[in-house]
């Protein structure tokens, strides 16, 4: 009997030396450990035959004929997901006449402050001040926000809501594939909570409105990113093409992997 195998679909000017900054790439190495076949396709040029195909274009908005082209495959996991843009989720979104006098922070609309645009060539005409999201500015108030920021599409504002404990900021992040996830409480000092920032981590259970996010955005494979403001949780961010940045101990990091990676399997009949 032929082995199950796994196409991983990427951009085609993706370069394959940057594949380890994936988390995907370690999911695969437990899929190949457990005998699966996995192969990489840069670009639609060529239907390669695979049992599923799972759309990793690290973009914000996935061209249309990535997506065409992995419905032709018998199960195409995140074929249905073409934008995640800041602007297609948010519920913190201001404008410079909204009725809203606390503190505002100033994103890209585009997912990690438009990084993987830039890796693959898809910036032309887009500028940005950010180089990373650590460097979006929280302003104290709407009237003190440039008015570029409420100008350009490029950006978005929104109302500043950090998940604040024992004067630390946290933020929660949800990954999952299929049926398996996993959740942790991750801590920092500074505002936009990350790898670099990090200073600890706690894992957490996620509540069911996230949950509800994720079906909505119809994601198969991915993570969200969420603040408890009160007893509501407030999704910040979503991602499809997570990268291995390691936010927990080597040991609890694989693990994790590990239960995630199993999730492929509620797509192998």
């Given amino acids: 009997m032929r082995e199950k195998r796994i196409a991983i679909l990427f951009h085609e000017r993706q370069r394959e030396q940057r594949l380890p900054l994936y988390a995907i790439h370690y999911l695969s190495e437990f899929w190949r450990a457990?005998?699966?076949?996995?192969?990489?396709?840069f670009g639609v040029e060529e239907l390669v035959p695979a049992?599923?195909?799972v759309v990793h274009v690290d973009t914000s908005v996935v061209p249309d004929e990535y997506l065409e082209f992995a419905r032709r495959y018998p199960v195409a996991i995140n074929a249905r997901v073409s934008d995640i843009r800041k602007s297609s989720f948010s519920t913190l979104r201001v404008t410079?006449?909204?009725?809203?006098?606390g503190p505002v922070i100033v994103k890209s609309d585009l997912n990690y402050a438009g990084v993987p645009e830039r890796m693959v060539g898809e910036s032309r005409g887009i500028a940005t001040p950010f180089g990373a999201p650590a460097e979006y500015p929280v302003y104290e108030r709407i009237a003190h926000v440039p008015g570029c920021f409420f100008d350009s599409p490029e950006f978005i504002v929104e109302r500043f809501v950090p998940e604040r404990d024992n004067g630390l900021y946290h933020v929660r992040l949800l990954d999952f594939l299929g049926d398996r996830y996993?959740?942790?409480r991750v801590s920092a000092e500074h505002h936009v909570v990350g790898v670099a920032s990090?200073?600890?981590?706690e894992q957490v259970t996620p509540p069911p409105e996230v949950f509800e996010v994720r079906r909505r955005l119809k994601l198969d494979y991915g993570k969200i990113d969420y603040v408890m403001y009160g007893s509501t949780p407030i999704v910040l961010d979503v991602n499809k093409t997570m990268g291995a940045g390691n936010v927990t101990a080597p040991d609890d990091l694989r693990a994790m992997r590990r239960h995630r990676a199993e999730g492929i399997y509620a797509f192998l009949s």
């Fill in 182 to 184: 996993t959740c942790v």
């Fill in 34 to 41: 457990d005998g699966l076949e996995v192969v990489h396709l």
């Fill in 96 to 101: 410079r006449d909204s009725d809203y006098a």
């Fill in 198 to 201: 990090q200073v600890g981590y």
């Fill in 51 to 53: 049992d599923v195909v």
